[in-house]
C-alpha cells in the first residue's frame, strides 16, 4: 500500500504543476487538470490522516466545476486566451477575514479530537485555502497573496507528516504564486 501511495503524491505533484501552469495563464484547462489533483490529494491526506486537507481536496473537486462555469463566462466578456480579473469587494475581504479566523479555530479544535496529526497546521492552511479557491473562481488578483501563505503552510504540513513530494509541490507552489501574482497584475483586464 506504501508504494502505492507514493505513486499518487508523484502524480498529484506532476498534475498540481500543471494546474499552477494553467492557473498563471489562466486556461480553462486548469480546472480538468484540477479534479484529478484533488482526487490524487485527497487520497493521499487521507491515508496519512490529514483530515482537514483531504476535505479540502474533496472540496477542490467541486470547485473546479464551479470554476470552469465562471470563467468560462468570464473568457467570453473580455476574449479567448486573455486574463480576466474581477474588483475584489470590500464586503468580500471582511467576510473571508471573519470566515478564516472562526472557521481554523473551530476546524483546529475538531482536528484535535480527530487525532489528525497537525491540527493547527492542517487547519488554517486549510480555511485559507478554501477562502483562496472561491477567489480564483472569482478571478480576484488576490487570491496569489492567499495562495502564497496557503502554500507556506501546506509544505510545512508535509514537512510534518512525511509527505515530501507533497512538500515539493506545495514550495513550488509558492513559488508559482509569487510569479502568478505578478503575470496576472501585469497581464489582467478588469471585466
Known amino acids: 500500500m506504501t ?43 487521507g491515508v496519512t490522516h490529514v483530515w482537514a486537507s483531504m476535505l479540502l481536496n474533496i472540496y477542490y473537486v ?17 476574449g479567448e486566451g486573455k486574463i480576466h ?47 483562496a479557491t472561491w477567489w480564483l473562481a472569482q478571478s480576484y488578483l488576490q487570491q496569489w497573496l492567499l495562495w502564497i501563505v496557503a502554500d507556506i503552510l501546506s509544505t510545512a504540513l508535509c514537512i510534518t507528516t512525511g509527505q515530501y513530494a507533497m512538500a515539493a509541490m ?3 507552489y509558492a513559488a508559482s504564486a509569487v510569479y502568478g501574482y505578478l503575470h496576472w497584475k501585469k497581464k489582467g483586464i478588469y471585466v
Not at 22 to 37: C, D, P, S, Y
Not at 64 to 72: A, D, H, N, P, R
Open 3 to 45: 508504494e502505492i501511495v507514493h505513486y499518487i503524491e508523484i502524480f498529484a505533484a506532476v498534475t498540481g504543476v500543471l494546474y499552477v501552469i494553467l492557473e498563471i495563464l489562466q486556461k480553462n484547462a486548469m480546472w480538468v487538470v484540477g479534479i484529478f489533483t484533488g482526487i490524487a490529494c485527497a487520497f493521499s491526506f
Open 85 to 131: 480579473l474581477a474588483e475584489i469587494p470590500k464586503s468580500v475581504g471582511i467576510w473571508s477575514a471573519v470566515a478564516f479566523v472562526g472557521g481554523a479555530a473551530v476546524l483546529t479544535q475538531v482536528l484535535r479530537m480527530t487525532g489528525d496529526a497537525a491540527p493547527l497546521l492542517d487547519g488554517s492552511a486549510t480555511m485559507l485555502s478554501v477562502i
Open 62 to 78: 467541486g470547485m473546479s466545476v464551479v470554476g470552469l462555469i465562471q470563467w468560462e463566462k468570464a473568457s467570453e466578456a473580455v
Open 170 to 172: 506545495y514550495l513550488a
